[in-house]
C-alpha cells in the first residue's frame, strides 16, 4: 500500500509535465544564478568608482593619480556629469562631496596640497599632508578597499619617493650611527611597535601605511541604524513576492473548485475580479511593510516617522508591483504545483539579482546592471533614497515610474494569461 501511494503521486506529477520539468529545473537555475554572482574568478574584484580630486598637482601627485587610473580595481571617474553640450568639467571637491551624497559614486579621493612634497613617510609623521576618502557608509566595504589600494599604488607607482624618503630618515639619523643615535632607533622603533599592536584600525584611518589616509563619512554620520531600514525594505519585497504569489494562487483553487465559474457568470468580468485581486492584495502588502518598518523603529532605530510620506510612496508602487507579479504567477500556472515551482525559480533569482539577499555593491557592475531587471532592485533604491539619502519626493521619480509602468505591464499579461478562464 506505501508503494502504491508513492506511485500514485509520482504519476500525478508525471501528468504535471509542467511541474515535473520546474520541480528539476528550480535548483539547477537557482545554483547556476548564484554560481554566477559568487562564482567569478579567485581573487577577482569588482571594479570601484572613485572621483580624484589632484588638489596638489606636482608630478608626483600626477604621477599617482595615473597609477590609480591603471589599477584594475579601480576606475576613476572622468569627471562630474555635465548638460549636454556643456563642456566637460573637472572633478573639485564641493563636486566630488556632492557626487558621494546623491549616489554617483561610493567613494571620492581629495589629493591635498603638498602631497607631492612628502607622499611617503615610515610610521608616524605630524604635519604630513593627508589624502582624504570621502565615503558613502552605505557601501561600507568600498573604502577598505580603495584604502588598501592607495597604498599598493604608493608602493608601485613612486618608488623614487620612497627611496628619498628613506635617504632623508638615514641622514637624519646619521649614516655612521652612534649609540645615542642606535639609542633613539630603538626608541623610534619601540613607539613604531606600540603604535602598531594598539591600533587596530586599517589602513583607511590615520596615518598607517606608506601615505596617511582619512576616511570621512558625508552620508551616514547622523544615521541612527539605516541598515536595519536597508535590510527590512530587501527582505520586505521578497516577502510581498512570495505572499503576492501565494495569495494569487486563490485563482487556482477558485478555478479547480468551480467557484470561478459561478463568479464570472454573474456580472463580475474577468478584468474586474482582477483588478478586485490586485486591490486586495496591494492593500495587504502596504499594511505587511508597515508592520515590519514599525517593528523596525520601536526595536532597531528605524526612522520611520521622519520618512514617511517616503517611506508611504515607496510601499504603495512596491506594493502595486508585487501584487501585479503575484497574479502574473498565478495566471500562468494550472497547478498549485507549478505555482510553487515557479514562484520559487523567479522569486528567489530575482532577490539575489535584486539585491534581496546580498547587497548590490558587494556584485560586479555587470551583475548590478543585470540586476536592474527585477522589481527588488528599483524598490530597494528608492527606500535607500528615502531612509538613508534623505531625498525630497521628487527625485523618487525613476522608482516610482519604473514600478508603475512595471505594474501596469504585469497586469496586462496577467489578464492575457487569465483568457484561458474566460473561455472555461
Known amino acids: 500500500m506505501i508503494l502504491a501511494v508513492a506511485r500514485t503521486h ?29 562564482g567569478g574568478p579567485r581573487g577577482a574584484t569588482r571594479s570601484i568608482p572613485v572621483a580624484v580630486v589632484d588638489e596638489d598637482g606636482s608630478e608626483n601627485s600626477r604621477r599617482f593619480v595615473e597609477a590609480l587610473r591603471r589599477e584594475k580595481g579601480l576606475r576613476v571617474l572622468a569627471g562630474p556629469v555635465v548638460p549636454q553640450g556643456a563642456p566637460h568639467a573637472i572633478w573639485t571637491r564641493a563636486a566630488a562631496e556632492e557626487a558621494v551624497r546623491a549616489g554617483d559614486t561610493p567613494i571620492a579621493l581629495i589629493v591635498p596640497k603638498g602631497f607631492g612634497d612628502a607622499p611617503i613617510h615610515f610610521g608616524p609623521a605630524p604635519g604630513t599632508p593627508t589624502l582624504l576618502l570621502l565615503s558613502d557608509s552605505a557601501d ?26 628613506g635617504i632623508a630618515q638615514m641622514d637624519r639619523w646619521g649614516a655612521s650611527l652612534s649609540e645615542e643615535q642606535k639609542a633613539r632607533l630603538r626608541d623610534a622603533m619601540g613607539r613604531l611597535r606600540e603604535r602598531s599592536s594598539s591600533d587596530s584600525a586599517s589602513f583607511g584611518d590615520g596615518g598607517s601605511g606608506l601615505v596617511a589616509v582619512e576616511t570621512r563619512d558625508v552620508v551616514g554620520r547622523t544615521k541612527k541604524n539605516p541598515a536595519s531600514a536597508l535590510l527590512a525594505a530587501g527582505l520586505g519585497v521578497m516577502f510581498l513576492l512570495f505572499s503576492a504569489s501565494g495569495a494569487g494562487g486563490a485563482l487556482i483553487e477558485e478555478s479547480e473548485s468551480g467557484t470561478l465559474d459561478r463568479i464570472l457568470g454573474t456580472r463580475v468580468t474577468m478584468t474586474q475580479l482582477l ?42 508602487v512596491t506594493a502595486l508591483a508585487c501584487s501585479s507579479f503575484g497574479l502574473v504567477l498565478a495566471a500562468a500556472s ?28 558587494l556584485l560586479s557592475e555587470k551583475i548590478q546592471k543585470l540586476g536592474l531587471v527585477t522589481l527588488n532592485a528599483w524598490a530597494i533604491d528608492g527606500f535607500l533614497k528615502v531612509f538613508w539619502r534623505d531625498e525630497p519626493l521628487a527625485n523618487l521619480w525613476p522608482q516610482v515610474a519604473v514600478l508603475l509602468a512595471a505594474s501596469v505591464l504585469l497586469f496586462v499579461i496577467a489578464r492575457r494569461l487569465a483568457h484561458k478562464w474566460d473561455v472555461a
Not at 10 to 35: E, H, N, Q, T, Y
Not at 283 to 310: C, I, K, R, S, Y
Open 10 to 38: 509520482l504519476a500525478r506529477l508525471r501528468r504535471d509535465r509542467a511541474g515535473f520539468i520546474l520541480a528539476f529545473v528550480v535548483p539547477i537555475v537557482f545554483f547556476s544564478v548564484f554560481a554566477l554572482v559568487f
Open 140 to 165: 561600507p566595504v568600498a573604502s577598505q578597499v580603495v584604502a588598501g589600494l592607495l597604498q599598493k599604488v604608493a608602493l608601485t607607482a613612486l618608488p623614487d619617493a620612497m627611496a628619498a624618503t
Open 275 to 316: 483588478l478586485g485581486k490586485l486591490l486586495y492584495l496591494s492593500a495587504v502588502a502596504v499594511l505587511q511593510l508597515a508592520v515590519m518598518f514599525v517593528w523596525g523603529q520601536l526595536f532597531f532605530g528605524v526612522e520611520l516617522t521622519n520618512h514617511l510620506p517616503g517611506f508611504l510612496l515607496m510601499s504603495i
Open 334 to 361: 494550472r497547478t498549485r504545483i507549478q505555482l510553487v515551482a515557479l514562484s520559487n525559480l523567479l522569486i528567489l533569482v530575482m532577490s539575489a539579482l535584486g539585491g534581496s539577499m546580498v547587497p548590490r555593491y
